[in-house]
């Protein structure tokens, strides 16, 4: 390993807001995030596959009275955002590290209010494993709020496509969706969510240097 991801991985430990629990030991985070950690009743969005957090500090700044939380599997990369909510003393954003698949051990039933998907891996031959999938999407309906949303941003034509056929065959309720996001943002969406949904990611940055075109879709389960 580089010295620059020992030091990383070392800083994180430190960090108040980063949790990295052993998978399989108990931990004492689900249902406790609101009482525990950021000590107040707002409501709780999560970033899955956060990467460097872009969202769950972006959005953190546009909502003070919201709690972020980025979840990612790999730390040398959420350092990047957990060390600029320090450095900016952004008080409610927090970050998990440990895998998704695990995400029902973490949190508890209706404790969160929304989800943020960003540039989730599109999995090309594991559907099983697309962070839209059923098996992700029946661990999501346990600790999301029934009316909660969920929002998908990519490039990728194949989770894109795959999203919006799961959300009619299984019956998810669509409230927004465009293959084009720059070029066709709807006009009555929520000036807020209009402002964030210009928020680029590393990935987005990435993929659209090389020509990709955005898409989002939010929907929610009930
Ligand atoms: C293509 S990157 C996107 C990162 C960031 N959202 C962005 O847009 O720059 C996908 C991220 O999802 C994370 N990821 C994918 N599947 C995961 C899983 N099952 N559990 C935890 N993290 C996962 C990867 O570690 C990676 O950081």
């Not at 320090?86 to 039933?109: C, G």
């Not at 996001?181 to 709807?186: K, R, V, W």
Request: aromatic residues 12%; proline residues 5%.
């Amino acid at each position: 390993m580089g010295k620059d991801k020992i030091r990383r991985f070392a800083l994180l430990k430190e960090y108040p807001h980063v949790f990295e629990p052993e998978v399989g030991e108990p931990s004492d985070l689900k249902g406790n995030w609101r009482k525990n950690y950021f000590k107040n009743d707002h409501p709780i969005v999560l970033e899955l596959g956060c990467g460097k957090g872009e969202y769950t500090v972006g959005l953190a700044k546009h909502y003070p009275n919201k709690n972020f939380i980025g979840m990612d599997i790999k730390g040398a990369r959420m350092f990047i955002g957990a060390t600029q909510a320090l450095e900016e003393n952004l008080s409610n954003v927090a970050f998990l590290r440990m895998k998704i698949d695990f995400i029902t051990e973490y949190f508890a039933e209706n404790e969160v209010d929304e989800i943020w998907l960003t540039f989730s891996d599109p999995q090309p031959n594991k559907p099983n494993k697309r962070l839209t999938s059923k098996p992700f999407i029946d661990r999501y309906r346990k600790i999301l709020k029934p009316s909660g949303h969920i929002h998908l941003k990519t490039d990728s034509d194949i989770l894109f496509e795959f999203t919006s056929e799961e959300i009619t065959q299984q019956g998810y309720l669509l409230h927004e969706l465009t293959w084009n996001l720059y070029a066709e943002l709807p006009t009555d969406l929520d000036p807020v969510i209009r402002d964030i949904l210009h928020i680029k990611t590393h990935y987005e940055q990435l993929f659209t240097s090389r020509g990709s075109v955005i898409k989002y879709c939010r929907f929610s389960l009930d």
